[in-house]
Structures are given as C-alpha cells and as structure tokens.
C-alpha cells in the first residue's frame, strides 16, 4: 500500500508530465518549428495527448484487477481531468486556429463529416463527467455518479473511432489505439464475468496479461 | 485550343524576381552541398557527412559531377558519380519564363519538399523527405504505349528534349484541404502527346508510377495497390495547364516531390499528379487509378478542385494555405482551383456532383 506521501509525490509527477506536451507546442510554436502545417500539427498532437491520457486513465483499474494493486486507482480523477484539459486544446485549436471562429463552417463541418461528428461528441460527452468530477457532486449523485461516470467508455470508444475514421488510408497508428482500447476493456468484461456466479471460465486471462505487461 | 500567352498576361502573375531566393528556402537537412558555383561547371562536389552518403558508399569526401547538357543547356545527368547518389539541388538552364503565374506568395521551397503526399515512401507527410534518399530518378526511362503510332521507350533525358522547359507557377490544392503556390519546370504534356501521334481510339492517358520496394520503403506496404495509376481523358492532358514536371523551384524534382518526371494538374487535387512517372499509356477506356480503387465513394476519376462537392472527410469549400502560420485561417476554395477560365469549358454539360 502506498502511503498518502507518496501518492502526493506521484500525483506531482503526473502534473509535471502531463503539461510537457503542452510546453512542447508551445516551445516548437515559439521557434517556428511547427513544420509545414503547423495547426494540423497542434490538432494532432493535443488529439494524441487526449488519447493517450484517456487510456492511461482507463487502464488504472485493469492493473488492480490483474494485479491488486489498488492505490493508483486514486489518480483516475487527476488524469481525466488532464484528459479532458487536452481535449479542451483539441477543440480550441479546431474552433480557434483551425477555422477562426467560423460558427456557420464549422458547424457544417461538424454535420457534414462522420469522423468530425463523432469526436465533437466525444468531447461534448466529457464536460459533464469534468464537472461532477469534485467530491461535493460525487456526494451529491450518489450511484448516479457511478451510472454517469460509465460514459467515460463511450467516450474512448468515440475518440478511438474519431481517430480511425480521419486517417485517409494508412490505419496502423489508430489501429494500435484501438487494440489498446480492446484489451482494456476486454480485461474489465472478463472480470466481471467471472465474479458472476455459474458462468463458465474464459481461458484467456493469461493471455490478456501478457499483452498488457 | 491554345490559350494566347498575351491574353492571359496580368498584373496580378508573380514576376520571376519575386520569387524567393535559393539561399532562403535552403532546405537544412539537404545531404549534399554544391561548393560555391562549381555546380554549373561541373566542378568537384563535397558530399558532406549525411546520412545517405554513408549508406551509399561510406566516407565521400570530394566526389566528381558529371554534366551532361542537352541543346538549351539543359543537365542530362544529375548523379554524384561516385556517391551513386541522385543531387538534388541542380539548377535546370534555359528554362522559358511564361506568364502562367498564381497570385499568391510562392510557398518556401522547405515547405513544399518536406510536406509531401507520396505513399511509395510512407504515409506521413514527413517521410517522403527521410526515405526517398536512396532512390535513383537517373537513369531513367518512359515507356510510351498503347493506341499509338511511336510507342516506344524514351528516356527522361529525350523526354526533357521534347519540347522547351517551361515555368509554370501554380496553385496546388490536396483533397485533405491544404494548399501551396509552387514554382514548377517542365514540359506542356501536349508536345509529349503530339510527339507520340496517338491513334483515334486514344480516349485516355494512363500514367503508371515506379514501383520499386528496395527503395521505396511504403511500396512495401500494401497501403494503394501498387503500382500507383492515374489517368486523363486526352482534351485533359492535351488543355495548356497541363504540365510533365522535371524540375521545381528552377531546379530538377527532389525525389520526394516525384523525380525524375511527374504530372502537374493544377485544377484537380493533387493526388492527380502521378510521381516518378515509368509508364504513359493511351487507352480506349477510363483508366482505373489507384484512389478509385482504394475509395470509389471518396475518389473519383476526374477529382477536379470543387468547393460545392464535399469529400467524406474533408471540407472542400475552404482550405489551408501553407505557410500562412498558426493564425492565418482558411482561406476560400475556387472552382477548378481558379483555372476555370482555362478549363471549365472542358466540363460543359457533365454533372459535376455526379462526376466528381
């Protein structure tokens, strides 16, 4: 078990790290160096940070179901709401830098294409799972909570495929999402198989093991 | 038709000496440095400690250029002797300046050299500039085949001698909603198609693309059914516009930009531009190019730049002028990417929502 010492020391380093991508941009915007097309490059990277966040998030349950180890549990609500820090990036380089406050093109954009429809709705799906993320509405919901908090899957299920639908041929970067997302939840669903009673044992816990170390 | 060169002269057209200096647009990473003016003369080269020197043929240290020239001094060989490498920075002489001009600003020469769509060498933008170093654009040869009376292989040093180089500065829009204004060289593809004296049945061009996966990394990779094809109807490639391209920014194609020769339509997207071009072939029927193949909802045969018609993915009404930086905004797309004046009357009648 990890002493309340130490969890503060872990959630400092998640602070210190989840910012550098952010400091990165800002660095590369700063010099110049933003290649060619430097808002595809901004859409991309805070697109991927809000990705990869999101797994991060959701694999601290996985690793106290195959492990039982239980105190990293506790930094979900800090990497969400870094989750959802980059998502909030994500849409202002899109609304902002993408295409200049353009309300009337950018809802037909939004309309018009599905892998632009389905992130929006993502990220839309997000802000209220940001701000009942506190004690007080966690106290306030009570199993609703819970219930709601349940759309964070949706969410990753939305992102992944957000990611799939935009790339024009080549699929093996949102393919490597996609796998890591399966196997997440794959992990989550065959717990909770098997802590039900008179259900036949599924033989590939081992496996999803391996692939998760 | 040919289009009067004084009628389409106007105030607006980019003049040569607006364009950029070499010396500005210095691509960094280039792995081969010309001394001083020794280019021109053929004088000694200094391979500097790149990357692809190494791996072609370890330490180079002053490596000879061979220089060939053609009847308007026109280089025939471009290959560092020694290094076996392809030298990207050489400068085309004699080139014809035509009033063909955009008026926007020329995109820099870093820009349209490492921003580059050309699966054969990867799908990321950034890979074509990395992997294309040990791809050899020389010698080269064009095979002409099909519904014509000289079907034959010429080779791109022939190819260059058909008619005078031109420079012909155009917008370039990508079906993905960016744009650049590049400085092109080459030939009009109607003096290639007139040299080539196709035979009535000759309704299409098909222009089929090198595959070679030793040296290009994403031909091995089943992302397109290789080879890479495109295809025009003959009014198409014979309309002015249209342009075999051997050299940009006055000097010849960097591998990544489709050395030795590509195509340049600059009313369609630019996917319509088949790089390291092996084949030209006249046909009855409508070639099946590869992004047909790949996306027959998402691509079609004639991929003229059309605001109206959207892509799944993309916008199509505005688009991404490289180089404007973070906050430049979009700016609006043309019809035919402005060219309609010298192609729109080749579309009369045809449904363009329909035949996009």
Redesign the interface.
């Known amino acids: 078990m990890m002493s309340k010492q130490g969890i503060l020391k872990v959630k400092i380093a998640i602070w210190l790290m989840a910012f550098m991508p952010l400091f990165r941009l800002i660095w590369l915007g700063v010099n110049d160096d933003l290649g060619a097309n430097p808002v595809e490059f901004v859409e991309r990277s805070t697109g991927t940070w809000t990705l990869v966040i999101l797994l991060v998030t959701l694999s601290m349950t996985p690793i106290r179901l195959l492990t039982g180890v239980i105190w990293q549990v506790q930094l979900r609500r800090l990497l969400g709401l870094f989750m959802f820090f980059y998502a909030c990036l994500h849409i202002t380089t899109y609304v902002w830098l993408d295409y200049s406050f353009v309300w009337k093109d950018i809802v037909k954009d939004i309309i018009k294409h599905p892998y632009v429809i389905v992130g929006f709705s993502a990220f839309v799906l997000t802000i209220p799972l940001a701000a009942t993320s506190n004690n007080a509405m966690m106290r306030r919901l009570k199993s609703n909570w819970k219930i709601l908090h349940k759309a964070v899957y949706l969410i990753a299920i939305l992102g992944v495929l957000h990611f799939w639908w935009l790339v024009k041929k080549d699929v093996t970067e949102p393919l490597y999402y996609a796998f890591a997302l399966a196997v997440l939840l794959g992990i989550r669903l065959y717990y909770k198989q098997k802590s039900k009673p008179r259900v036949a044992k599924t033989q590939n816990s081992t496996i999803l093991d391996a692939q998760i170390n | 038709m040919l289009i009067s060169n004084k009628s389409k002269q106007n105030p607006t057209d980019i003049k040569p000496s607006e364009i950029t200096p070499r010396a500005v647009f210095e691509d960094r990473r280039a792995f081969i440095k010309a001394a001083g003016t020794g280019l021109i003369a053929g004088a000694a080269l200094i391979a500097t400690k790149s990357k692809a020197a190494q791996i072609a043929g370890g330490e180079t240290k002053g490596a000879g250029l061979l220089l060939g020239r053609a009847n308007q001094g026109t280089p025939l060989m471009a290959v560092d002797k020694k290094s076996g490498l392809y030298n990207p920075h050489q400068k085309i002489s004699g080139v014809i300046k035509t009033p063909y001009g955009a008026d926007e600003k020329i995109t820099k020469y ?2 349209a050299t ?2 580059n769509n050309y ?1 054969e060498f990867g ?1 990321d ?2 890979d074509p500039a990395k992997e294309a170093t040990l791809f050899k654009p020389r010698p080269w040869t064009i095979s002409i085949e099909g519904e014509v009376k000289k079907a034959k292989t010429i080779s791109i040093d022939e190819l260059m001698k058909l008619a005078s180089l031109e420079e012909r500065i155009y917008r370039m829009r990508c079906v ?1 909603g ?1 744009s650049m204004v590049i400085p092109w060289v080459g030939l009009p593809l109607a003096s290639l198609v007139k040299w080539a004296e196709p035979t009535g049945n000759a309704k299409y061009i098909e222009f089929i693309s090198a595959n070679d996966p030793a040296t290009m990394p994403g031909a091995r ?1 089943n ?2 059914d290789w080879p890479y094809v495109e295809g025009l109807r003959i009014d198409e490639a014979t309309n002015p516009l249209t342009l075999l391209a051997v050299g940009i920014y006055g000097e010849l194609l960097p591998n990544q930009n489709g050395a030795p020769v590509r195509l340049v339509t600059p009313w369609k997207y630019g996917f319509k531009g088949a790089k390291a071009i092996v084949k030209i072939r006249f046909v009855e029927k409508m070639p099946l190019t590869s992004w047909m193949k ?1 996306g027959p909802n998402e691509y079609g045969f004639f991929a003229n730049v059309n605001p109206e018609v ?1 892509h ?4 199509q ?2 688009e ?1 002028r ?2 404007g ?3 430049a ?2 700016i609006k797309t043309k019809m035919f990417n402005g060219y309609s004046e010298q192609v729109g009357q080749m579309y009369a009648g045809l449904d363009l929502q329909k035949n996009f």
């Open positions: 870093e820009n490492t921003y699966y799908t933008k950034a993905e960016w990779v992302v397109l790949a959207d799944p993915r993309w916008t009404s505005s991404k490289i180089g930086g973070l906050f905004g979009r």
